[in-house]
């Protein structure tokens, strides 16, 4: 299984970008996908997530701003990010709970977005 994500890159502060992230092998089922992103110096944290029945759940920083969505038949989670602010800067990873011959956490490569003031 592999997770691709795509949509990262460099955006002045009020801007907007969008992630995506595509998860691909043979895969029966998937639960919950997320994002998690890390700044630099600081620890990671959950962005945002959202289980197979649509059930979103937002961290503290990005509530309002941001929106998850997901396509089933694609396996893909998306990312809305909008009125970025300079401390949105970090590596976003894109993280799914899914099943092949067993139930697992898969995680991307991570994208960059970087948000100038």
């Known amino acids: 299984v592999q997770l691709q994500a795509f949509g990262g890159g460099s955006v002045q502060a009020g801007g907007s970008l969008q992630l995506s992230c595509t998860a691909s092998?043979?895969?029966?089922?998937?639960?919950?996908m997320a994002w998690y992103r890390r700044a630099p110096g600081s620890r990671g944290e959950m962005v945002a997530s959202?289980?197979?029945?649509?059930?979103?759940a937002y961290g503290d920083p990005v509530k309002a701003r941001f929106f998850i969505s997901r396509d089933n038949a694609k396996n893909t989670a998306y990312l809305q990010m909008d009125y970025l602010k300079p401390e949105d800067t970090a590596v976003y990873y894109c993280?799914?709970?899914?099943?092949?011959?067993?139930?697992?956490?898969?995680w991307g490569q991570g994208t960059l977005v970087t948000v100038s003031s």
């Open positions: 959202i289980t197979h029945d649509g059930a979103a």
């Open positions: 092998g043979p895969i029966i089922a998937v639960h919950r």
């Open positions: 993280n799914e709970y899914l099943r092949t011959d067993s139930w697992r956490n898969y």
